[in-house]
């Protein structure tokens, strides 16, 4: 069974850093496309980042872009997102997602996960 546990949120100042870690264990983690999504309260879950299997392409949310770097090491299990110049607009539950062998071209699409982890809070003080 794949489990995905996120780590890494907390509280931090507007304009400060924060580096989300998510590790994966449980099958062959260098075949999943990797993808950050987050939901602010009342709001729905949304696409923040994600990296795609075999390539390690990119992709990042506008609103993100020049911010955030998503990484992986295929060798730890975990990918990572990087977060710089936080705003209170950033405030959510980051949630880690794992898609076997999804394409770069869908892996903005939430719905082409198939494992979720349970959401790390980030909180961003104005």
């Known amino acids: 069974q794949v489990r995905l546990v996120e780590s890494g949120g907390g509280l931090v100042q507007a304009g400060g850093s924060l580096r989300l870690s998510c590790a994966v264990s449980?099958?062959?983690?260098?075949?999943?496309?990797m993808g950050w999504f987050r939901q602010a309260p009342g709001k729905e879950r949304e696409f923040v980042a994600a990296?795609?299997?075999?390539?390690?392409?990119?992709a990042y949310a506008d609103s993100v872009k020049g911010r955030f770097t998503i990484s992986r090491d295929n060798a730890k299990n975990t990918v990572y997102l990087q977060m710089n110049s936080l705003k209170p607009e950033d405030a959510a539950v980051y949630y880690c997602a794992a898609g076997w062998i999804v394409p770069a071209s869908t892996m903005i699409n939430s719905r082409t996960y198939n494992y979720w982890g349970q959401g790390t809070q980030v909180t961003v003080s104005s």
């Open positions: 990296t795609a299997w075999g390539d390690s392409s990119t």
């Open positions: 449980g099958s062959t983690f260098s075949r999943y496309t």
